[in-house]
């Protein structure tokens, strides 16, 4: 074959050839433009069907909040509605409360009038249930004592003594005479601790000249007691003037007290009447008489108060006056005794003298003034008020005379040598 001939069939193959490459390049760009076609339709059904779901979604949260909102106003309404009629309720059941108390206090009372015996079914069914709890006895006696105040408290004041036990204050079986109602302070302390004593009580009176009886021995000597009296005093003119006139004050030692013989725990109960405000040296002088009483013994005071108006006039009135005035307490009788008042004789003197020396002060009674019970001549006490209001509250006027009862405490840990 010539060389032409193949040029020639190369020549029309591919003639032939190119429409038929132009035609699959038109297919295949057309498959390309429909699947793209196609998949844009897909996105945006996706789209659409995405936005279908998301807007009942949206209406149903929608729908939700508001179905809240009215579930919140309708507790509101219901809120204000249970508030007025709480409001409106509250008389009526004031009334009914009041009502119930009426109706509940006889029955009360009547459940405290019970029998013991209900009381101590009672005290077993709360016993019990403690013990089923895993308290017990133990912890009901605790509960107790943290409720109930301690017994051996003491508390100072005009009419208080010390704490004793309800059984206590009123024995079944008692042989004492029962002292009558106005009977005094330190007889009525001397008889108490008498009773509760065995075998011999010593008693010193020291000022006897103007203790007159206090104590009440006499009585308590009818009804049996074995009771032994001492008796000292100053060595004043005026009181061995008193002594010479009085026969039973015979036995008196008279003298220096601060030298005067006092044996150390001698004595049960020591008296002390009237008698600080007339000395020097008082400090020392109530030393020795403390020491002289046993433990578990009592000190009774009887002092003019040094801050009261009495006093005051006391030191400062002329003889005559003070005369005249012990004429009208003291009738026939020698003084007035010497007008010392040193700083003891007085409450914040005694006050402070026990709290040094751990002394329990049992109780106090103020005598005179504007308390009463001491007479005076006429004007005496208008004396006092003025004398107060001079001074501006720094004397009073409410009392003159002073009465201490002071216990000496137990001392456990001594021992007798």
């Not at 060389?3 to 295949?28: D, S, W, Y």
């Not at 106005?182 to 009773?195: E, I, K, P």
């Not at 009181?239 to 030692?253: E, I, K």
């Not at 006092?262 to 020097?280: A, E, G, K, M, T």
Request: glycine share 8%.
């Amino acid at each position: 074959m010539s060389v032409g001939r193949l040029a020639g069939a190369g020549t029309e193959a591919a003639r032939g050839n190119g429409p038929q490459r132009a035609r699959a390049k038109r297919a295949a760009a057309g498959r390309t433009i429909a699947e793209r076609t196609k998949a844009e339709r897909a996105r945006a059904e996706g789209a659409a069907a995405e936005g279908a779901i998301a807007e009942p979604t949206t209406a149903k949260s929608a729908t939700t909040e508001r179905t809240t909102a009215k579930s919140a106003t309708t507790e509101r309404t219901t809120a204000k509605s249970a508030t007025t009629e709480r409001t409106a309720a509250e008389p009526a059941t004031t009334e009914r409360t009041r009502a119930e108390r009426t109706t509940t206090e006889p029955a009360t009372t009547e459940h405290t009038t019970a029998e013991p015996a209900t009381a101590e079914d009672a005290r077993a069914q709360s016993a019990a249930a403690g013990a089923a709890r895993g308290r017990g006895p133990v912890a009901d006696a605790s509960a107790r004592r943290k409720a109930d105040p301690p017994s051996n408290m003491v508390i100072v004041g005009s009419s208080t003594g010390p704490a004793v036990p309800a059984t206590a204050a009123t024995p079944a079986a008692d042989s004492r005479p029962v002292a009558a109602p106005d009977a005094g302070l330190f007889a009525r302390y001397t008889r108490d601790y008498v009773a509760g004593r065995d075998g011999q009580v010593m008693i010193l009176e020291a000022g006897c000249s103007t203790a007159d009886d206090d104590l009440g021995v006499g009585g308590l000597r009818e009804t049996g007691a074995d009771i032994v009296v001492s008796l000292i005093d100053d060595d004043q003119p005026v009181t061995s003037a008193a002594l010479g006139m009085d026969g039973s004050l015979a036995d008196c030692v008279q003298g220096d007290l601060r030298r005067v013989p006092l044996p150390p725990r001698s004595q049960d109960i020591v008296l002390c009447s009237l008698l600080l405000q007339r000395i020097h040296n008082a400090e020392l002088v109530l030393d020795r008489l403390v020491a002289a009483i046993r433990p578990g013994g009592l000190l009774l005071l009887h002092f003019g108060d040094r801050d009261s108006a009495a006093g005051f006039l006391d030191r400062v009135l002329p003889s005559a006056a003070r005369r005249a005035v012990w004429r009208q307490r003291r009738p026939d009788q020698p003084g007035p005794y010497p007008a010392v008042y040193e700083r003891l004789s007085s409450a914040r003197g005694i006050q402070a003298y026990a709290l040094m020396r751990e002394l329990v002060i049992a109780e106090r009674r103020a005598l005179g003034g504007l308390a009463g019970t001491l007479t005076g001549p006429p004007g005496f006490l208008a004396a006092q008020k003025l004398i107060a209001w001079l001074s501006r509250g720094r004397l009073t006027a409410a009392h003159e005379e002073l009465l201490y009862v002071l216990r000496k405490p137990e001392d456990r840990f001594a021992r007798i040598l």
